[in-house]
């Protein structure tokens, strides 16, 4: 079984200033992790994964990521925000195996709000 | 390259009666995965199809099933809607390969009354 718990649910920042959500996971398999993005009344739109190999992720958008291991945390970043920005993320873990069925589990999510 | 396409975009049932939607995926993929988003439960996780075979199921009563055709197009069904129902259903594909990941499309906005 796997969870992912976002540690924040709601997080205001001023435009231009540097953000950071957070995201712990479990899991007692391997897993994939992801953050996606949602716009209101839309659906959900890949930022960035995390397969393997270099743990920092560079996603769409000016957006980052960094898989850490030993903290099974998977934190998202931006070092300066714009309005358009405002949305809900979430970060989500997958595991892989061959030949095995999938599903995606999601955090609870977290409102980026950036104020002017 | 169209992306995922769901059909219809907002529906309105009433309680009891049962409702159909659609999904298709981006050409080329096989597996396509139905999610449930709801503001007190989030994103769950409903079912996953690939070739037309249900691999995977999520915690949901029988009310919800699904299917998929040889084109891949993926269809779920709910029957004796309950009010507890409205959601935003959400459809994603993937090539089922690991480095891939899903893509989403927009969904569709359930509310039952």
């Known amino acids: 079984a796997q969870s992912v718990t976002q540690l924040d649910s709601q997080v205001p920042v001023f435009e231009e200033a540097p953000v950071e959500l957070r995201c712990n996971y479990s899991s007692s398999v391997s897993v994939y992790l ?19 190999g270099s743990t920092l992720v560079k996603g769409i958008n000016g957006f980052e990521a960094e898989f850490n291991k030993s903290q099974t945390s998977f934190h998202l970043r931006k070092p300066s925000v714009h309005i358009s920005d405002t949305a809900e993320y979430f970060c989500a873990v997958s595991s892989f195996s061959s030949g095995s069925a999938r599903q995606l589990t999601f955090g609870s999510g977290t409102q980026l709000t950036v104020l002017p | 390259k169209a992306g995922v396409t769901q059909t219809p975009r907002y529906l309105i049932k009433t309680r009891g009666q049962q409702v159909t939607l659609s999904c298709s995926p981006i050409s080329g993929h096989r597996s396509v995965s139905w999610y449930q988003q709801t503001p007190g439960q989030g994103l769950q996780f409903l079912f996953e199809y690939f070739s037309e075979t249900q691999r995977n199921k999520g915690n949901f009563p029988g009310r919800f099933s699904g299917r998929q055709f040889s084109n891949s197009r993926s269809e779920m069904n709910v029957s004796t809607l309950e009010l507890g129902d409205s959601a935003l259903y959400l459809c994603a594909s993937s090539l089922d390969r690991p480095s891939y990941g899903y893509t989403f499309g927009s969904g569709t906005r359930l509310t039952v009354v």
Not at chain 1, 34 to 52: A, D, H, R
């Open chain 1, 34 to 52: 992801f953050w996606y993005v949602q716009y209101p009344n839309q659906g959900l739109q890949l930022l960035l994964k995390y397969l393997s």
